[in-house]
């Protein structure tokens, strides 16, 4: 009697996984079908808290997607296309450095796929594109937001300038803040170059919510000061990336000087030189285009405090996402196109393109 049951029942197992293998065809079982026309999606997102634009985060605000892949020559088909709402969403802390948020894409994209979000008002936001793998990606928007320099458009002009180098714009983060800085007890000739590192540490630390940096001589993680004895080192200042980890976030750096400082008067020339090498430490490895900003690349310093703009700068690399691509971040052009592939294919006309640091060390020039 069980016999008959067995072989009946191996019948339709047979026949549901024939089934299944000509609705999914090559694709395989465990890879799972694209989402088509939904009426919407909705996805989660933080975006960096900008001081000076409280505007933006009062209201919602109308964005628009696209596609990102091209359809092949000759095609007369348009990519899928759609809208995108941005609303705010409540918070129990106000002074939180990011502020929560969700799009509602309307109709949804396939998933995955690579789409690109404009703003209606792009005075207000940055276009961008990114690739959404499923509903829990978090598509992060960034707002506009003026600086002072007369050398830079906005903020993400000067971060992208920031960002160059070993980093190539991507957002790498330390552990934990404040980072910790172990002075030690160096000298070079009359000039206490441990006393100069600790003065740029208050400097930086100076008119901060929450510290840059701490003194702390026991800490196996973080800023170092190097000093070669004895050595002529060109440039006089450099900050060494010694240790990273897998996800290439940094551990250890080493700020090396030698013994080319060796008068009292030397000292205001190395705090500025140790106020620049700072900034490197704080990730932002690259140089500014500005001489009165204290990352200015073209000579040493000519100044001994971070710019407003540079402070705001190290706050935003600081928060936003790990392992985000400013790459994908660009400016429209005139006649409201998203041609840009990267923040030097958006750049406005005319702009010279820039040149990447060496990766081992960021020097002072």
Request: a positive charge.
């Amino acid at each position: 009697m069980l016999k008959p049951f067995l072989c009946h029942t191996g019948v339709q197992v047979a026949a549901v996984l024939l089934t299944t293998i000509v609705v999914y065809g090559c694709r395989g079982i465990s890879q799972p079908m694209p989402i088509v026309d939904a009426p919407e999606l909705v996805l989660t997102t933080r975006v960096p808290y900008l001081a000076g634009q409280e505007a933006i985060y009062a209201r919602g605000h109308r964005w628009s997607w696209r596609m990102a892949a091209e359809n092949p020559p000759g095609s007369t088909q348009t990519p899928a296309h759609g809208s995108a709402d941005l609303a705010w969403l409540p918070m129990a802390k106000r002074q939180c450095r990011t502020r929560q948020a969700a799009w509602t894409l309307t109709p949804a994209p396939p998933l995955p796929s690579r789409v690109i979000f404009t703003p209606a008002d792009t005075t207000l936001w940055h276009a961008f594109r990114c690739r959404i793998a499923d509903t829990k990606a978090q598509p992060v928007p960034l707002p506009k937001s003026p600086v002072d320099s007369p050398c830079y458009d906005d903020l993400l002009d000067l971060v992208e300038d920031l960002t160059a180098g070993y980093f190539d714009h991507v957002m790498r983060h330390w552990q934990d803040y404040p980072v910790p800085v172990r002075c030690g007890n160096h000298r070079s000739g009359e000039v206490d170059l441990s006393a100069c590192l600790a003065r740029a540490v208050a400097i930086w630390n100076r008119a901060e919510h929450a510290p840059w940096f701490t003194l702390d001589e026991d800490a196996d993680w973080g800023v170092r000061l190097l000093h070669y004895a004895g050595a002529h080192m060109s440039p006089t200042l450099r900050v060494q990336l010694t240790r990273h980890d897998v996800h290439g976030d940094p551990v250890r750096m080493n700020i090396a000087v030698g013994d080319d400082y060796r008068t009292a008067r030397d000292s205001t020339y190395v705090i500025r030189g140790m106020v620049h090498e700072l900034g490197h430490t704080l990730l932002l490895w690259g140089h500014s285009r500005d001489r009165d900003h204290c990352l200015w690349g073209a000579a040493p310093p000519l100044v001994c405090t971070p710019s407003a703009d540079e402070r705001k700068a190290a706050h935003l690399v600081r928060d936003l996402p790990e392992g985000l691509d400013l790459k994908n971040y660009f400016r429209l052009s005139a006649s409201g196109s998203d041609t840009a592939s990267s923040p030097q294919a958006g750049r406005p006309a005319g702009r010279p393109p820039r040149k990447s640091p060496a990766p081992a060390h960021r020097p002072v020039r």
